[in-house]
């Protein structure tokens, strides 16, 4: 990938085009080998800084885009304990979201640019927030499985090798794990309730359960980014591998709530320990990221709106600040 900048020592490589030194190169991986963080002042392979600039700003949008799902219920949650937890647990996504644009920007990016991109359709987010929510039981499929997805992603980026990313991941995850439990307890009170109750649980799962295990990417023989991903330690597990382990978790989680999930192959093999799974849709998949799953255009709608009507708030924020620097001056 490199070969062309072997004595090409100082070059930069702004447009990516392999013109950075090798000695150079050599010395970064030798850092990320030996679990050094890499710092945002610390010299890195342009590559390296846009792979991290594209997936942290996708997570951030991400985060940003799945307040939405959940916020359709916040009116109709069945007590005042449910519509405050959810309220919170929705405010805690949008501060996710600005850990995560907070530390993309050390890499060079800002806010507006990765905004632009989120609104102009450019710039992807997790597909999984382009399903609806139209049950109730939806909010608790969304907090067991989507966050429990979530949180088998993110622990290991806890170990990410570019600093500010990687300690942002240690609070998000500490919030994510009581948004699973949260929403574990709703199915475990819908289950205990009546047959209707049940009912509208099972279907919840029939319908999150295979867009949640499109979360963790397409397979890795279709993974573009990992094998890189993982030679910088950015990755620590492929998408298969955490796929994997989502399943191994989750399938006894489904049995104590006495549902089933939606997947015949999905039996554990003894002699491994594993559980099986059939054949995902990727076509659903690549369809939802191109654009074309069932709630697209209204997330993007929604959010463009939002930001068009907080436009003065982001007036005020500027001439605030300015007022403050003059007087300081
Ligand atoms: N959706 O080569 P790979 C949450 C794209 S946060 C859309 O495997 P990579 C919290 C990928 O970007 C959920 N696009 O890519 C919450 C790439 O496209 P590009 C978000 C996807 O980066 C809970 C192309 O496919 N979490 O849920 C998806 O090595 C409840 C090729 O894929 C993160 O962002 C997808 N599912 O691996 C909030 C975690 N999968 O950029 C509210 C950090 C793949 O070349 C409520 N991100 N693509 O155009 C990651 O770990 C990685 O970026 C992966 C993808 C694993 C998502």
Known sequence: MYTQGLDQKGQSDAKGDGLEAAADLAAFQKRVDAEEKIEAKDWMPEAYRRTLIRQISQHAHSEIIGMQPEGNWLTRAPSLKRKAILLAKIQDEAGHGLYLYSAAETLGVSRDEM????????????????????????????????????????????????GPYSRAMVRICKEESFHQRQGYDILVELCKGTAEQKAMAQDALNRWWWPSLM?????????????QSMAWKIKRFSNDELRQ???????PQAEFLGLKVPDDECVLDKKTGHYG????D???????????????????????????????????????AEKRAAKAA
């Open 115 to 162: 905004v632009g991109d989120l609104l102009s359709g450019k710039a992807k987010y997790s597909s999984i927030f382009n399903y609806p929510t139209v049950t109730w039981a939806d909010i608790g499929a969304i907090g067991w499985l989507v966050d429990g997805a979530a949180i088998m992603n993110q622990i290991p980026l806890c170990r990410c090798s570019y």
């Open 215 to 227: 979360m963790f990417g397409p397979s890795d023989k279709d993974s573009k980014h990992s094998a």
């Open 245 to 251: 382990k989502f399943i191994d978790v989750t399938v």
């Open 277 to 280: 799974h059939g054949e995902i």
């Open 282 to 320: 990727w076509q659903e998949f690549i369809e939802v990221i191109k654009g074309n799953g069932p709630c697209n255009k209204q997330r993007l709608a929604k959010r463009r709106k939002a930001h068009d009507d907080g436009a003065w708030v982001r007036e005020a924020a500027g001439a605030y």
